[in-house]
């Protein structure tokens, strides 16, 4: 019982040391277990298309968990880092390895008990506030009700506890090691001044620009994401250097220059940041990198979730919209009738036949038909989507009044930003191009695509049928040979429940006519309603895993400042004997806080900046091209993220500016 | 000689945290000390001496009494200028040195100079005419932690004397260092002062204290004997002190 007793003394004395670090003990069960709550929620298995969704939130859980564990080893090796003399202080006043394998025990015991008591109760409490939450953003009903499911929570604290264990190891495995004289002297060993390594430095440089440099030049979406982890690699990498060998590196330039070093505003912060970037270059890198991880998911979630709208108008132009490889004049005449019976108008209705979209690979304007079984990624950046329509098909849909006279001539619709050509080269045969349209952009000829879209509008079907007949001559393309009809119409209602009734109606309808005939139908709303599952799912799990880094940011933060301030102590205290006044003591201690701060977030903020392209292209693949708005969200983001950060550290800052002016 | 240090009635009194407790460190102290002077004051731990230094160098301020230095009245002085006059008129030499770990021992000696301002060009021919007379020319480009003692000691007086202090300083300077080394260090002190620096040492240690021209015994906050080198070589300086000691223990 002495040892509990003992325990417990040791935990109220040092609450400086163990308060950091039981909060974020309770932080992490309290987010495990509303993440691990929310992934298995019996009511999200019911919901349409659940199973992309549990996917999603069990994935995030998992995150979650790997996160928790890297993070408490990182907060239990401060923490033995900040116990280290009272250790060895036990240890020479008389109490052997095996005594003090006791008494680290029961600090853990004590510790995990107050952990999950407040953990879990915090994390239940969270949880409601999740779920409503999540009704709103997900857009989902009653199906998903807060129920207290005690196998979850059974699950956490065996996780947590789990977590203690291995937290455990490490410290015994730290008082195993250590000799008493090293533990008690721990924190006065002389420090040697970082060497400038300047071949480290240069690495970390190219690293960073090469990522860069990545992100700026992908071209399309697919490859974005095969590229985002390679870029993302670099630039982690490139940050880890540069903050640690670049930062010693260009002090120590500053320092060699005699006339800048040697004034009284540069010389301590200088000499001071030499030192300083030495202990914390690695726990400033990690503030960065922590940072651009937050900025990176919730402006992209967020994103995903704003663009919603943008997202469900790409894909569908129309409220309901039927294709099939056979005409469906039979089925739009159906339409007409049912709606005519429930008494509903049916507006913007679009009735066309083109060819299917057609896979090419492009060079300049050289478009060739590829095969799509011998199709791999990285021919994606040269690939495109050709639809081929008729002069009359296009006149009836767009209304226009267009004329061709000779069969060489086209006209041409592109979703590429720019094409220069005057002619279009498909698969040997020249056109020319009388003019570029664009009346075809709303029409759902296009399917979203990660590749460009050409649309080409040539002079009769005949000549269509003919090419096409000529390009797919082997068994394998001749699915390629059927035309793709599309029925397209708005429906004027606005009341949402009447509106599912009259697509669900709708739909019966068509079953009961089309006898065999092969079609596909969509509407607008139940696909909206899956988007806004997904990209709220998604826009919940990335404010939670920006939660999670954040406190994670705000942890090291803490650390830093606390082991900064009992260093730059004594510092301060010589300088103001040897005769610097106390309002420069003060300025110098902001414009180092000022530093400290502004360097990471700096640099998040750049990374931000370069990785936007790539974030950019990626949600193309979403349906998001209207990257303003992501612009905006994106700044949103960085804004309460800085003042948050901001706040963060002022608060810990108070922390410094006691230990420094004590 | 022209009077360079001057206390009247100098009295602290330090407020306990717990209301209505007082201690008094410094009862009535007076004192001169003249241009060119080194002077010692002994006493015990508590005797207040620390005290008294931390007032000439306006760290800290008496309760009551007037302080002067060069005719300046150190008591009216502000924070600010205070730091300003520390650095312009007085150089310092601590018992564990205060020196910086994490700047060369070239940029710890320069400190002082960086701080006033003062130019680098005109500082350089400066710091290698003390390297050379302290014979710590070789240390320059270390670092205070791949240091001894002796040598620490050695940069800490380079660093106080850099700005040509009117008074030195000195807070039982060989406190932290072997007999050796506190003998080297006290031929430096004798040395500076030969060449007119006024030097002002604190020490509860005799053999450093006989090594001045003069030493002031303070006890119980109060300078209670004086004693005059004057002819004598420090060997029976140091009698005479000890003796002084020894008949003013507690009986």
Known sequence: MFYAKLAFQNIRKNKQAFVPFLLSMIFLTALNTLMLMVANDPGLAKLQGAGAITQLFGFGSVIVLIFSVVFATYTETILNKQRKNELGLYNVLGMGKRELYKLTFFEKVINLVTTVVLGITSGVIFSRLAYLIIKKLMGVGGEFKFTLNPSILMITILFIAGVYAWLYLINAFNIFKSDPIELLHADQKGEKEPKAKWFLALVGLVSLVWGYWIALTIKSPVSAITNFFIAVLLVIIGTYLIFTAGSIVVLKLLRKNENYYYNVKHFIPVSGMIYRMKQNAVGLASICILSTMVLVTVSTTAGLFFGLNDQVQQMFPRDVMVTSAEPLTKLKQVAKTYAAEEDVKLSDMQYSRASQPLLVTKDANNFKVSDRMYYSVSDVDKSANVVLISLSEYNTLTKDNLSLNKTDDIFMYTTARSYPEKTMVLNGHKYQIKQQVNKLKDTGLLNVSPVDSYIVVMKDQQQIDSLLKEWFDTKKGEAYLAPAYALNFNIDLKDQAKRKAFIRGLSKEFAKTSDKQWYSFQDKDSYRESVKRFDGGFFFLGIILGTAFLLATTLIIYYKQVSEGMDDRERFVILQKVGMDEAEVKRVIHSQIMMVFIFPLAFAMLHVAFAFPLIKKMLVLFGITNWQLFLVVTLAVALIFSILYYIVYQLTARVYYRLVER | ?251
Do not use: C, W
């Not at chain 2, 100098?10 to 209301?19: E, L, N, P």
């Not at chain 2, 000439?56 to 200028?81: C, R, V, W």
């Not at chain 2, 660093?159 to 932290?176: F, Q, S």
């Not at chain 2, 021209?213 to 002190?241: A, M, N, P, T």
């Open chain 2, 1 to 251: 000689m022209k009077e360079l240090l001057k206390i009247e009635h100098a009295r602290k009194v330090y407020q306990s945290r717990f209301k209505g407790v007082q201690v008094e460190a410094l009862k009535d102290i007076q004192l001169e000390v003249n241009e060119g002077e080194y002077t010692a004051i002994m006493g015990e731990s508590g005797s207040g001496k620390s005290t008294l230094l931390n007032m000439i160098a306006t760290l800290d301020k008496p309760t009551s009494g007037k302080l002067y230095l060069n005719g300046d009245d150190l008591t009216q002085i502000k924070e600010k200028a205070a730091a300003a006059f520390r650095r312009e008129h007085l150089g310092f030499v601590f018992q564990d040195f205060n020196l910086l770990d994490t700047i060369s021992v070239k940029d710890n000696i320069l400190l002082p100079l960086v701080l006033s301002r003062k130019s680098i060009k005109a500082a350089k021919p400066k710091l290698q005419e003390l390297a050379e007379k302290l014979e710590i020319t070789a240390l320059l480009e270390k670092y205070p932690y791949e240091l001894s003692g002796g040598q620490k000691q050695r940069v800490a007086v380079a660093r106080a004397i850099i700005t040509d202090p009117a008074l030195l300083l000195a807070d039982e300077p060989t406190g932290a260092l072997d007999s050796k080394t506190s003998d080297q260090l006290l031929d430096i002190f004798e040395q500076l002062n030969q060449n007119g620096q006024t030097i002002l040492m604190v020490t509860h240690s005799s053999l450093a204290a006989s090594r001045a021209k003069r030493v002031l015994f303070i006890k119980d906050g109060i300078v209670y004997h004086q004693l005059y080198r004057g002819e004598l070589d420090s060997k029976d300086f140091l009698e005479k002190i000890n003796m002084t000691m020894a008949s003013l223990l507690p009986r």
